[in-house]
């Protein structure tokens, strides 16, 4: 009985040894690692991937082998969805053998909100009759529950048996990366979540009210932070990319009717684009992406966009190290459970940046930044900004206006020359 026991233990660790993840959230290229900007939209016009590619974008959604040669043509990579939701068929095997050894591949993605499609997602009620109700997993009512518990049934086995599939045939051994909905349920994805490298969510904030509504427009940036702090509990310490809003809801009348009819046009603008990037960052992200600018009918909003991806291509080598999260006391007013102020630093050689991030909805006029006694006499500029701070008793002083970003660096050979874009208010 016993050696049954030791073998079944045996065989038990082999399955988590073949599937547990080891990435680090970054991706490499030529030996270099770098911190993922990402787009799930890949331009059809190399005029266009061209100009993505020179503002900074690195990663990109890829659904064939003339996919990845282009985007290597631009010295950029991409990822690849695989169906290991169900199970090891022969689709999956002929995706893996046909992207696994192209050199521009960077990291695989399974399905795209794998758990929030047989949760919560809308379309279950909409078009598919499985649910009832409007919003029956929110309610929690039994057939909501019952459909959940029967579809993890399926699935689960089926997709870490795919995963295993591909650990052992992948012999580059990229990491693996699953996004999922802001809201999905902790309980089924942490039923993967030792499988895969890299996990995730997707939030998209800014939202017109509709124009028979007497609701305030959703602008709620602030929910960027919170909903990465829950991810960081959810990801039990796995790296995070999040991805974040490149269209208005009122342009996915095609896929989307009931979420865009009825509202009008709304981007965020530069600062607020500005603002989720670096909330992210702060709340530990190695990676961002932008979803989905082939919708995107504004070229004023995508030169936002390729403005911020300027300025966190400069910020690269800096962006590419582990970060330091720094202690913050918030003084006037002080942090309470609705607000804090984050900070967070990144070494390359002698040189430093510090992101602090304001998620408070209040002026905060004392904010004091520790951690930095290695930077004791040194002056900080604001990158793109005018304050000038010297870090004294390994700390820094500075103020910030309701969800504001700061960006202090050594020398501001870290901003960009170009501009284009920056002066974006947003619609």
């Known amino acids: 009985m016993r050696k049954i026991l030791l073998l079944c233990t045996l065989l038990s660790f082999s399955i ?30 190399d005029a266009e991937l061209k100009e993505m590619t020179e ?4 990663l990109f959604a890829c659904g064939a082998k003339e996919d990845l040669d282009r985007v290597q043509r631009y010295n950029a990579q991409g990822w690849v969805f695989l169906p ?9 095997k002929q995706k893996i053998k046909a992207f696994a050894d192209h050199p ?13 499609g047989f949760t919560a997602n809308s379309r279950l009620y909409r ?21 959940a518990r029967q579809q993890s049934a399926i699935i689960m086995p089926d997709l870490h048996n795919a995963i295993n599939y591909l650990r052992s045939v992948d012999k580059h051994n990229l990491q693996l990366w699953f996004n999922e909905g802001e809201n ?29 509504s007497t609701t305030r427009p959703r602008r709620q940036i602030e929910r960027i932070g919170k909903s990465t702090e829950r991810w960081t509990a959810i990801s039990k310490g796995k790296p995070l990319w999040i991805v974040l809003q490149a269209f208005s809801w009122s342009e996915l009348l095609k896929i989307e009717p009931w979420n865009a009819a009825g509202r009008a046009l709304a981007y965020p603008s530069f600062e607020e684009s500005r603002y989720m990037a670096y909330d992210v960052l702060a709340n530990g992200a190695t990676g961002i992406l932008y979803w989905d600018m082939q919708f995107l009918t504004s070229d004023e909003f995508r030169q936002s966009l390729l403005g911020l991806a300027r300025e966190f291509k400069v910020l690269q080598p800096l962006l590419s190290t582990e970060p330091k999260p720094l202690p913050v006391t918030a003084y006037e007013p002080p942090a ?21 991030v304001n998620e408070m909805d209040t002026t905060q006029s004392a904010a004091v930044i520790g951690g930095l006694d290695h930077l004791n006499g040194q002056k900080l500029v604001e990158l793109y900004g005018d304050d000038e701070v010297q870090v004294k008793d390994g700390k820094l002083f500075t103020r910030l206006r309701p969800l504001q970003v700061k960006v202090f660096a050594t020398d501001r050979k ?13 619609k």
Request: glycine share 10%; charged share 25%; aromatic share 14%.
């Open 414 to 426: 870290w901003e960009t020359s170009n501009k284009k874009g920056r002066d974006y208010q947003g």
């Open 127 to 147: 078009e598919l009759k499985v649910h009832s109700v409007p919003g029956a997993w929110r309610k929690q009512t039994p057939e909501a529950l019952r459909y």
């Open 336 to 356: 309470d459970a609705n607000g804090r102020v984050l900070a967070t630093a990144h070494q390359y050689g002698r040189d430093w940046m510090i992101a602090v």
């Open 104 to 116: 521009a591949l960077a990291v695989w993605s399974g399905p795209d909100e794998l758990v929030w």
């Open 84 to 92: 290991l939701e169900k199970g090891v068929t022969p689709d999956l």
């Open 184 to 212: 999905s349920d902790m309980g089924y994805v942490g039923e993967y979540m030792d499988a895969i490298d890299v996990t995730g969510f997707d939030l998209y904030p800014v939202k017109a009210a509709r124009t028979d």
């Open 16 to 45: 988590v040894d073949r599937t547990a993840a080891q990435g680090d959230g970054y991706i490499y290229k030529d030996g270099k690692r770098q911190f993922v900007f990402g787009s799930y939209f890949l331009p059809k016009n």
């Open 55 to 58: 503002a900074g974008f690195n």
